[in-house]
């Protein structure tokens, strides 16, 4: 499993985000509201990936022993939650987040973090076990993770229940 590490084309990509948010969107013409939120939401995500520095891992299931994907890797990456080519970013496999019909991705399973009403979800951690809490859309969940990007991602898809829209704010694809 490759981990996610600083590189200088993420750097420049990071900084023209930078200089984007704080100069403002370049265009407005065609994009929507829903299109210019999901892209700034990316570019918190991006922000505090790199300030995070270290590979941020799901797990699931039973004691948290089933690991469903990396938060923060490259898009790439074999592991990342992004790859939409790979076991946990695919839509189909059933241990993808993505699966609306899978045991991670269905709004009703117990383990999923996309039950609003589950205290259950699967938990964030990186590779040395600090835990970065539960990655849930149960608003009341007394562990839910505080990374505010993930909590925007989370209570978004809480409010609109479109698991293909916060997959795209998320993954940006």
Sequence with gaps: MKVFCFNKKLFFF?????????????????????EIE??????RM???QMSTNQALLLFGGND???????LNCVKSDDASICNKFGTYGSK???????????????????GSPWNKFSNSAPI???????TYGYFSTNKFHNN???????????DWSADN???EQARNASCGN
């Design 144 to 154: 839910r993770t505080r990374i505010k990007s993930y909590v925007n991602l989370l």
């Design 161 to 163: 229940d479109d698991l």
């Design 92 to 110: 189909f496999n059933e241990v993808s987040i993505w699966n609306k019909f899978g045991t991670y991705g269905s709004k009703f399973n117990e």
């Design 38 to 43: 999901a892209k700034r939401a990316r570019q």
């Design 14 to 34: 990071l900084l023209l985000i930078q200089f984007e948010v704080t100069a403002g969107p370049m265009y407005h013409g065609t994009s929507t509201f829903g």
């Design 124 to 130: 964030i951690v990186d590779k040395n076990g600090n």
């Design 64 to 70: 948290h022993k089933t690991f469903l994907g990396c």
């Design 46 to 48: 991006a922000r505090e």
